[in-house]
């Protein structure tokens, strides 16, 4: 049974007071003002959740931490919440509305020292958004706006669910490894970020873009049996009577001269 709703913890939308819809715009229909301006104060704060994962992601690539699958995690989610926060602007202008520019803040993850901070800072963040998104789809419902609240039901609170799910495991897992929580990098950080399954299929799309100048394996078998043929010979002539150095396939490279030079070089090198 669904709980009342008004028994439903409320919180307050990052809404945008001095946000006015277009007057001029021809293809808004059924887009309530109050909507509208929920979503841009929605898009700022998705920003501001891009800043700050992408501040985390920064720290854990620095130096002295030096946990770079980690730091990757951190800036592939960071660009996941970018993408998002387009969408929303995307949907605004398809509806016939428009996000008005915002001042960012500055990320208050400067505590966040640590693998368990940063860890549990994000997870914050997400249920943070993600008590948002239901509110904005209360709100959507209410006034009579089905395609918002379909909208952000399917493209929004569904992904943001699978990420708080996803940062629970990694916090189980840091607590079982005794990761550290006052930025003193310790084995258990170094654990979570060479064998965690969730950091290392972060960065796998990304290494596989790369272009390689050289072929791959499959492509160098041939060269590679070229190469050990004059090792077999090598090997063959190791129990004649000259120098090893004289007899390495030394013959196959003479050019062959148009006056027989050449071939008297080669029969010369085949009397040692």
């Given amino acids: ?19 006015r819809p277009l007057p001029a715009s021809r293809v808004r229909h059924g887009f309530p003002a109050a909507v509208e301006e929920a979503l841009c104060g929605l898009t700022a704060a998705q920003l501001e959740l891009h800043y700050c994962l992408q501040a985390l992601g920064e720290y854990f690539d620095q130096s002295h931490v030096a946990l770079p699958n980690i730091s990757k995690f951190f800036l ?20 016939g509305g428009h996000y008005c520019s915002k001042t960012i803040q500055k990320p208050n993850c400067d505590y966040a020292v ?74 258990g950080d170094y654990f979570m970020d060479r064998l965690q399954k969730e950091f290392r299929t972060s960065i796998e799309p990304e290494s596989s873009d790369h272009c390689s100048p050289y072929p791959p394996l499959q492509q160098c078998t041939g060269a590679a049996e070229g190469l050990k043929r004059p090792q077999r010979e090598c090997s063959q002539h190791r129990n004649g009577i000259g120098p090893i150095y004289a007899t390495i396939h030394c013959t196959t490279m003479l050019p062959q001269c148009n006056d027989g030079t050449g071939a008297k070089v080669k029969q010369g090198r085949e009397g040692l």
């Fill in 1 to 19: 049974m669904a709980e009342p709703r008004s028994k439903r913890p409320r919180v307050t939308l990052p809404a945008c007071p001095a946000h």
């Fill in 76 to 95: 592939h989610q960071a660009l996941e919440e970018r993408k998002a926060a387009e969408q929303l602007m995307k949907y605004q202008q398809e509806r």
């Fill in 114 to 187: 640590g693998l368990m901070k940063a860890l549990e800072l994000a997870m914050v963040q997400w249920k943070t958004m993600l008590r948002y998104f239901e509110e904005l789809y209360a709100l959507s419902v209410e006034n009579a706006d089905p395609h918002s609240a379909s909208t952000i039901k399917k493209q929004f609170i569904g992904p943001k669910i699978q990420k708080i799910k996803l940062m629970g495991d990694l916090l189980t897992n840091a607590r079982r490894l005794d990761c550290s929580q006052d930025g003193r990098n310790s084995l």
